[in-house]
């Protein structure tokens, strides 16, 4: 199975700042890494997809990056509806597997 | 609008079954490829199953594989998650979510239902 490792596990962040998360496959996995938005009790939603494009609605102070096995999901500013728990997620195999998330917490 | 409705989850002994359902509607359900995504307590997201627009093809988690069976009808739009053999393992949230195609991300997910296995 495709391991994915995201990095911080959790970050403390205040409103506007610029954020980023890493997330490295343990082999390539082409264009296919995925990230999705979690908040407390709601479903996963899915932001970015194919390593750098925007999901329909998404704003575009998101954005994604990398290629072959190392990927990153930035925020440029963060605004309050931003904090949550990132997943990153490969789909070029099965199965597909989930990054172990990223906790953005209010500083 | 796309939703998904899951339902089916409750609390159940090790050993036991349990059928979750997940009612689409918004979208040309035979069309597309669903899976079934689970969320332990305080982890992130597993998948574990999903199946082809069709039927015709299946994929398991190893962690259910053998257990657990995927199935659909798509004259009801609905999925189903066949759980037997149920584990204290197995306790998560269960999320049915539509596939947009092959190595596609997961588009759109239900709300969820809730699964509990213990004695």
């Known amino acids: 199975d495709v391991h994915m490792t995201q990095s911080p596990s959790s970050l403390s962040a205040s409103v506007g700042d610029r954020v980023t998360i890493t997330c490295r496959a343990s082999e390539t996995i082409d264009m296919y890494l995925n990230w999705y938005q979690q908040k407390p009790g709601k479903a996963p939603k899915l932001l970015i997809y194919?390593?750098?494009s925007l999901q329909t609605g998404v704003p575009s102070r998101f954005s994604g990056s990398g290629s072959g096995t190392d990927f990153t999901l930035t925020i440029s500013s963060l605004h309050p509806d931003d904090f949550a728990t990132y997943y990153c997620?490969?789909?070029?195999?099965?199965?597909?597997?989930f990054g172990r998330g990223t906790r953005v917490e209010i500083k | 609008e796309v939703q998904l409705l899951e339902s089916g989850g409750d609390l159940v002994h090790p050993g036991g079954s349990l059928r979750l359902a997940c009612s689409a509607s918004g979208f040309d359900f035979n069309n597309y490829p669903m899976s079934w995504v689970r969320q332990a307590p305080g982890k992130g997201p597993e998948w574990i199953a999903l199946?082809?627009?069709?039927?015709?093809?299946?994929d398991y988690a190893d962690s259910v594989k053998g257990r657990f069976t995927v199935s659909r009808d798509n004259s009801k739009n609905t999925l189903y998650l066949q759980m037997d053999s149920l584990r204290v393992e197995d306790t998560a949230m269960y999320y049915c979510a539509k596939d947009w195609g092959i190595s596609a991300p997961f588009d759109y997910w239900g709300q969820g239902t809730l699964v509990s296995v213990s004695s």
């Open positions: 997620q490969q789909s070029f195999f099965i199965p597909r597997t």
């Open positions: 199946i082809s627009g069709s039927g015709g093809r299946t």
């Open positions: 194919h390593i750098s």
